[in-house]
């Protein structure tokens, strides 16, 4: 997996606009959730789908920007979480153990 980090807030506006030219997809990791571990662990192992850039947010480090996420594209916030967005919007996300790659990809596919 090619982790793009989030380490900034402005960061959440560049993907927003990136996301009107090809899915962006924001996956919100904490270092201290097992749940979480095995979530990111699940990426690791898979082959990430062309044509969308997938973020890293350290929860730990920078609850600022998930809050910034989370009003931006208008979603409660959890951990773990994955967000798909398409044309400036959340268009899926899901958390915990329902955090499963072959539905991101039908997200980016289908929406």
């Known amino acids: 997996?090619?982790?793009?980090?989030?380490?900034?807030?402005?960061?959440?506006?560049?993907?927003?606009n990136k996301s009107f030219q090809q899915p962006q997809v924001i996956f919100k990791h904490s270092t201290r959730c097992s749940i979480s571990s095995v979530a990111k662990s699940r990426f690791d192992k898979t082959n990430q789908p062309s044509g969308v850039d997938?973020?890293?947010?350290?929860?730990?480090?920078h609850r600022n920007i998930s809050s910034s996420i989370a009003e931006a594209f208008q979603v409660h916030h959890e951990s773990p979480q994955v967000l798909v967005i398409k044309n400036g919007e959340c268009v899926y996300d899901e958390s915990h153990y329902g955090i499963n790659m072959d539905e991101i990809t039908?997200?980016?596919?289908?929406?």
Not at 54 to 61: A, C, E, S, V
Not at 106 to 111: G, K, L, M, S
């Open 54 to 61: 997938f973020y890293y947010l350290d929860l730990i480090k």
């Open 1 to 16: 997996m090619n982790w793009i980090e989030i380490s900034d807030v402005e960061v959440v506006e560049s993907i927003k």
């Open 106 to 111: 039908e997200q980016i596919v289908t929406t």
